[in-house]
């Protein structure tokens, strides 16, 4: 296997719980919002991270870049272990992979400066990562609204004068200034409207083409996920249930947690026999995880060893990795 | 043939700004039969959500109806005086919101703010009334309901409070319940959920839905009808299987091709989705003919002049687009 672009290494991040003593606090408990997650990323390839809310899927994506401070666990990134980097805060070196791994903000309400145009939003990058090459600015600026399918006129307006949809546009933009190999893109198109959503969609699936991207892809909307995606991973509680190529996991889910997942989606055709399979009870508090698989409570197929044991994540096809006791 | 349970005709909504009337709902029609669902779809600012508190004269100003009836169960809501509109509301038309963590009250036990309605609706004494909670919590799946007639809101999960929601509206046996958005806010499973549970009280309970939403995959799996709505007007109406099956508007077309889907193999050579260009016009000053002209791949010189009237192309099918079978009237 060639060396992957992005390399997870058993991945955590542990919330302790405190309780205040009468002198000392004493942590109680941890909540492992990300536990123990691998998973590798090739060059040009698109990772979809799936799960529903408080899952871990965020935590996980801003503990690559140290946003959130992991636990313990290890991130390469082009062959390079880069949370000692961000540990140590050299600038010029946490500049360097920066440059090569950005990150798009699911809300671009609330990640674009409203008193900055868009012009200055663009340079902003520009100024931090490339001061020796000024003269190039404002033609990479043109340049970058073009590729997002904006206006080079454009950057002399705000970003209230913009719809949702370009708004994100104007946000990937920001993230691709400094010629990335990688982008994190969170949520990025659940705020907007289905049309929207699929001209969005389509620009991230031109821009991958184009410059040969990455893209981890963070998402619970897994309409998008299947159609942007070219492997995916599940999270459940914190953990990595079960990582597949896409087809493979839309066609042949082997955890019953994706297989539930799956077949909640409506699907838009009314005609469609759709096998549900229903799910009981709600995603329990990270603070009460049930010991053995996470899982097991809400399971149909649960056994005993799966109230007492963890399963591992093992190899059970050609990069489909499962952590079940009795998959489906 | 009866009349239907609900009939909307010709509603305007509009919201007076400093800068003009934005026309938010502009000549709507729909009507919902006894114990049907009935979904309205539409896009960020198509109107479906106002359209859909004008039926219980809930627009907040600036907004004020400017015309149209609503009749129900043979009286015109619109022209009934505030006093009788509000022994109707959540009494016999309901409401569950998007939003449960917004539309129950913080500060009242689910216990004191249910039993409000029932005290102020059919006089219900203190232990009549909380017999009648116990059973609807119990209807709605809650498991352990007394104890959580004494709980908060904040107590209770998401997926817990939308039931309670729903539990609320129930509460007076409504012949129709408006559900704006019920599952939005609900993470994937927990809205398979709470879809099942509005299906099989329907069912139980015969009553009629409208449930607003911008999700095709809901509509499709509840509703008996469709509205379609696109800048404040409705494009297209059928039953679910035709509109789906046989769409004729091209906006209901382009927003249904537009969709990624779940079943389809994208890898491979690089495919990318059917899209619309442009975004909605502004309401402020619409564009004189068809809405949707601007963007539309069929339009004709004809769409920009003329606005579609919705004229019935099938039975059960109606649709406002000139290309495809409607009348206009020179705008």
């Known amino acids: 296997m060639s060396a992957a672009l992005l390399e997870v290494e058993n991945l955590s991040k ?133 590729m997002v399918g904006l206006e080079p006129q454009h950057a002399w307006r705000y970003p209230h004068e913009f719809s949702g949809g370009q708004r994100q546009r104007v946000g990937i933009a920001r993230a691709l200034a400094v010629e990335p190999r990688l982008l994190i893109l969170d949520e990025p198109v659940s705020s907007l409207d289905i049309s929207v959503r699929a001209q969005i969609l389509n620009l991230l699936a031109e821009l991958q083409d184009g410059l040969g991207l990455a893209y981890l892809y963070i998402s619970h909307d897994l309409s998008s996920v299947r159609f942007i995606s070219t492997h995916v991973a599940v999270m459940y509680l914190g953990k990595l249930v079960e990582m597949a190529p896409v087809d493979a996991l839309f066609a042949a889910a082997g955890h019953h947690y994706t297989r539930a997942l799956l077949s909640a989606i409506p699907v838009p055709d009314p005609g469609a026999a759709q096998s549900r399979i229903h799910l009981q009870g709600e995603v329990p508090s990270a603070l009460r995880r049930p010991t053995g698989c996470p899982f097991h409570p809400r399971c149909a197929a649960a056994l005993p060893v799966c109230r007492s044991e963890e399963p591992a994540l093992i190899d059970i096809g050609p990069g489909h990795r499962l952590a079940c006791h009795n998959p489906a | 043939m009866a009349p239907p349970l609900l009939s909307v005709e010709g509603l305007q909504v509009q919201f007076h700004t400093r800068d003009g009337i934005v026309r938010a709902v502009d000549g709507v029609d729909y009507s919902v039969g006894r114990g049907e669902t009935l979904g309205i779809v539409g896009e960020s600012g198509s109107g479906k959500t106002v359209s859909s508190l004008a039926l219980l004269r809930l627009v907040p100003p600036p907004a004020r109806i400017a015309a149209g009836r609503v009749m129900f169960e043979g009286e015109d809501l619109l022209a009934k005086p505030e006093r009788e509109l509000g022994a109707i509301r959540g009494r016999r038309i309901a409401m569950v919101f998007q939003n449960p963590a ?118 499709a799996r509840m509703a008996d009808r469709i509205t379609v709505m696109y800048a404040g007007r409705v494009c297209e109406t059928a039953s679910a299987a035709t509109l789906f099956s046989a769409p004729r508007h091209p906006y209901t077309r382009a927003l249904l091709e537009s969709m990624p889907r779940i079943d389809h193999r994208y890898t491979g050579p690089r495919q990318l989705l059917p899209t619309i260009a442009g975004r909605p016009p502004g309401l402020l000053n619409p564009p004189a003919g068809c809405r949707f002209a601007a963007r539309c791949p069929e339009a004709m010189a004809e769409c920009r002049t003329t606005l579609p009237v919705e004229t019935v192309v099938a039975p059960g099918h109606s649709v406002s687009c000139i290309r495809h079978g409607s009348q206009g009237i020179a705008a």
């Open chain 1, 14 to 146: 542990h919330y302790p719980v405190l309780r205040r003593g009468i002198l000392l606090q004493r942590q109680t408990a941890a909540i492992r919002a990300v536990d123990d997650v691998s998973f590798r990323l090739q060059a040009g390839e698109t990772l979809g991270l799936v799960g529903e809310s408080g899952c871990g899927k965020t935590t996980t994506a801003r503990a690559i870049l140290n946003l959130v401070t992991p636990s313990s666990g290890a991130v390469r990134f082009e062959g390079r272990d880069i949370l000692p980097v961000f540990r140590k805060g050299e600038r010029s070196e946490v500049l360097g992979i920066r440059r090569g791994l950005q990150y798009v903000f699911q809300d671009p309400y609330l990640s674009l400066n409203p008193r900055w145009t868009i012009g200055e939003t663009l340079r902003e990058p520009l100024r931090i990562h490339w001061p020796e090459r000024e003269a190039e600015w404002p033609t990479r600026i043109d340049a970058l609204l073009r």
């Open chain 2, 102 to 219: 917004t539309s129950l009250n913080p500060i009242y036990s689910i216990g004191s703010q249910l039993g409000e309605i029932l005290r102020w609706h059919e006089k219900l004494d203190r232990a009549a009334a909380e017999a009648r909670i116990l059973s609807l919590l119990d209807l709605v799946g809650i498991t352990d309901p007394a104890t959580r007639l004494r709980q908060y809101p904040h107590e209770l999960s998401g997926g817990m409070k939308q039931r309670i929601g729903i539990a609320r509206a129930l509460l007076c046996n409504p012949a129709l319940l408006l559900a704006d958005e019920p599952t939005t806010a609900l993470d994937v499973t927990i809205q398979a959920q709470i879809l099942d549970l509005l299906a099989d009280l329907r069912q139980r309970l015969g009553m009629a839905m409208v449930l607003v939403t911008h999700d095709m995959g809901v509509v």
